[in-house]
């Protein structure tokens, strides 16, 4: 199974600030990597698939990048929602796996 | 746009069952596949098993192999997760979603704590 290991496990940051989460695969996985979101007490929700292509309803500040074993998901200008997980998860290989997240708090 | 609706929280004993379905509504699956991916107390996303309601296969991870069940009721629109053996590490929400290799949209998830 393909392992992906999310780095920072946090990431303290301030309002207006640029975030780059970083997330690296044990194995290519091509281009087909996924981010999603999480906020408190709600289901995750897809920003950014296939990579670079954000889903519908992702904010312009949300962009993913990467190809093979590293890819980064990058926020260009923290707004006070953002401050919450956000996951990796590949669709190369069965099964299908998640990173273990990274928190974005308020610094 | 469909949206899937789960059914609402368990509490189950060690050793017994538990089933949760997961109905779209405003639409169908049509020919996607559904999975449940479930999140212990505090921790990450951990994909179980999926199903593709109009063919009724059914692929899952090995870890759960032999003690999860996904059907689906298609004339329904509904797909259901059968989880045996229960133990308190199965203590988790449980949320099934649309798959087309990635996630989306996700139904609310649902609750399932196992507690003597």
């Known amino acids: 199974e393909i392992v992906l290991t999310q780095s920072p496990a946090t990431l303290s940051l301030s309002p207006g600030e640029r975030a780059t989460l970083s997330c690296r695969a044990s194995?290519?996985?091509?281009?087909?990597l996924a981010w999603y979101q999480q906020k408190p007490g709600q289901a995750p929700r897809l920003l950014i698939y296939?990579?670079?292509n954000r889903a519908t309803g992702t904010p312009a500040r949300f962009s993913g990048s990467g190809s093979g074993t590293d890819f980064t998901l990058t926020i260009s200008s923290l707004e006070p929602e953002d401050f919450v997980v956000y996951y990796c998860?590949?669709?190369?290989?069965?099964?299908?796996?998640f990173g273990q997240g990274t928190k974005v708090e308020i610094k | 746009q469909v949206q899937l609706v789960q059914s609402g929280a368990e509490v189950k004993k060690p050793g017994s069952s538990v089933k949760v379905s997961c109905k779209a509504s405003?639409?169908?699956?049509?020919?996607?596949?559904v999975s449940w991916v479930r999140q212990a107390p505090g921790q990450g996303l951990e994909w179980m098993g999926g199903?593709?309601?109009?063919?009724?296969?059914?692929n899952f991870a090995q870890k759960f192999q032999g003690r999860v069940r996904i059907t689906a009721d298609e004339s329904t629109s509904t797909v259901y997760m059968e989880l045996s053996s229960l133990r308190s590490e199965d203590t988790a929400v449980y949320y099934c979603?649309?798959?087309?290799?990635?996630?989306?949209?996700w139904g609310q998830g649902t609750l399932v704590t196992v507690s003597s």
């Open positions: 979603a649309r798959d087309v290799h990635f996630f989306d949209p």
């Open positions: 405003g639409g169908t699956f049509s020919n996607n596949a």
């Open positions: 199903i593709i309601p109009i063919f009724g296969t059914a």
């Open positions: 194995q290519s996985v091509r281009s087909y």
């Open positions: 296939d990579a670079s």
């Open positions: 998860q590949q669709r190369s290989n069965w099964p299908w796996t």
